[in-house]
């Protein structure tokens, strides 16, 4: 049972640029959320994605956007990227259904120059 | 607006020494707490989910606790394979949806 892949590993853009980062559910799960963590601190919500739609949203600029498809994978892009964007970035599925426990891809690494 | 907060940021034990991490929270309605297990450079590894005040979960050396202002992360006798970042996150009901919040973690270290 194959659990939340997240591609790529790594990634090392610089300032102004923009960055897709990729994620597949684990199977049967029907929500993604994406999520930033920066070294030494706890995820950060950024936003989360049902049926196709954004359904909720963090504490974060109009920079990060994403999407979901139809097989419930996602992507999340960040445009304009800044040197505070550098982070760890968490995909995490979960099924919409009761309060069920998310479960994590390893990340993408980003690092802005 | 909700809030998490872990406690002590970083615990060095030696192995064996049996400790607990704290995790105190505000919320409104919760939903559920949850726990995970963070090794460097990894995502959050599912551990527990506590629903409400009262519940125990145990796993291995592992025992999480919930009462209805915190949550306690007790483990008994660790071994240096233990050490990592524990992340507690609750699950409550924010504009109409479930939204998780996490804690900052405690980081363990277990020494041979």
């Known amino acids: 049972d194959a659990g939340v892949t997240q591609s790529p590993t790594h990634l090392i853009k610089t300032r102004g640029q923009q960055v897709t980062l990729r994620c597949s559910p684990k199977?049967?799960?029907?929500?993604v959320s994406w999520y930033q963590q920066a070294l030494g601190q706890g995820p950060q919500f950024i936003f989360q994605?049902?049926?196709?739609?954004?359904?909720q949203r963090g504490n974060f600029p109009d920079r990060f956007s994403g999407h979901q498809f139809p097989n419930y994978s996602s992507e999340l892009n960040v445009n304009a990227l800044l040197l505070g964007d550098s982070a760890l970035y968490l995909c995490?599925?979960?099924?919409?259904?009761?309060?069920?426990?998310?479960?994590f891809g390893d990340g993408t690494r980003l690092s802005i120059l | 607006e909700d809030q998490v907060t872990q406690s002590p940021e970083a615990l060095r034990l030696q192995e064996g020494e049996s400790s607990s991490l704290n995790c105190s929270y505000t919320v409104s309605g919760l939903r559920g707490l949850f726990w995970y297990r963070q090794d460097p450079g990894k995502g959050p590894e599912f551990l527990f989910t506590l629903y409400s005040a009262g519940e125990e979960k145990e796993k291995e050396r592992l025992k999480a606790t919930l009462t209805k202002k915190e949550s306690f992360l007790h483990i008994t006798a660790p071994k240096p394979e233990d050490s990592a970042t524990y992340l507690c996150?609750?699950?409550?009901?924010?504009?109409?949806?479930?939204?998780?919040?996490f804690g900052i973690g405690t980081k363990l270290q277990v020494i041979p």
């Open positions: 995490a599925s979960s099924l919409d259904r009761g309060n069920q426990p998310q479960h």
């Open positions: 994605y049902y049926e196709e739609e954004e359904r």
């Open positions: 199977s049967g799960h029907d929500t």
């Open positions: 996150a609750v699950q409550a009901y924010s504009g109409g949806y479930q939204k998780v919040t």
